[in-house]
Nanobody, 122 residues
Framework: QLVESGGGLVQPGGSSRLSCTDSGGILDEFAIGWFRQAPGKEREKLSCISSSGDITTYADSVKGRFTVSRDNVKMTGSLQMNSLTPEDTAVYYC?????????????????WGQGTQVTVSS
């Protein structure tokens, strides 16, 4: 069971840090992918980090602004988001899968979180 946290209201230009925790205690065996879905839009892949944390990939839309990380001792993944704009407003999801590919792609997703809302507005 994956649970995201850390969403909320952020001012334009601000930052937010999302966390993804695993109640099952096996997140260290999986790659973690981050996605978002804005109202009326398709789900968008954002970033992926390998199970060991040595490989990270990003979609072009967030490269240089978002940073993915993980702590396998705490069984958590994180997504640090900087320089947020209203276009970043969406529900953000984490997912556990097999491996990462370029552009923030995660393959063979096996579990999803319920999502957390991030709203960027003044």
């Amino acid at each position: 069971q994956l649970v995201e946290s850390g969403g909320g209201l952020v001012q334009p230009g601000g930052s937010s840090r999302l966390s993804c925790t695993d109640s099952g205690g096996i997140l260290d065996e999986f790659a973690i992918g981050w996605f978002r879905q804005a109202p009326g839009k398709e789900r968008e892949k954002l970033s992926c980090i390998s199970s060991s944390g040595d490989i990270t990939t990003y979609a072009d839309s967030v490269k240089g602004r978002f940073t993915v990380s993980r702590d396998n001792v705490k069984m958590t993944g994180s997504l640090q988001m900087n320089s947020l704009t209203p276009e970043d407003t969406a529900v953000y999801y984490c997912a556990a899968g097999a491996t990462c590919r370029q552009g923030g792609t995660i393959l063979v997703v096996q579990n999803w979180g319920q999502g957390t809302q991030v709203t960027v507005s003044s």
